[in-house]
């Protein structure tokens, strides 16, 4: 049975990942790489060099910052291998264990009819003025719930999961402080993963 139809499906890069690792990565529900220890390409430095003739170091063939802010490849990175499995634990805590089960919903001690009077001025009324978009749902959803995935990949939109009275949603939100929140090719290959 595909595990990619059937159970959500984390990849994490904890250190170079090339051919099939660096697939298994990048062919996840959810991707994290460890900044500066982990990186991931088809093959390394010394193919590199021997196909191309090009000297070049793992990290700018394929680290974090290829990865998670220019190819889009991988979603999310990590400080370090604590905060990789943190942000593991806390990505499956909104899925289902499966595609026949609903996903959790938590206890929650965040009042659902709690209003902040400040979100009626929080869209500015010109609409050449932007706004920050991730104050608004922090406001909105469960106090803490807020995980964005892809933050650093397609800016104009906003990606991740979230819970609104301790039931898990997906949150996909317009940014206008990046090309006035519009579609770019990056934005909608977030949205589509999403």
Known sequence: VPLLDTIPVVGVAMGSCAGLGAFKVMASHFSIMVRDTSQVFAAGPPVVKQAFGVD???????????????????????????????????????MPHNVWSEPPRIQCDDDPNREEAWLDDAIPRDRRKAFDPRKILEAILDRGSFFEIGRYHGKSIITGLARLNGFPVGIMASDPRFHAGSMTVQAAQKCERL
């Open 56 to 94: 070049i170091d793992k990290n700018s063939l394929g680290g974090y910052e290829v990865h998670s802010r220019h190819s889009g490849i991988v979603d999310n990175e990590a400080e370090n291998e604590a905060d990789a499995l943190r942000q593991v634990k806390c990505f499956l805590s909104y």
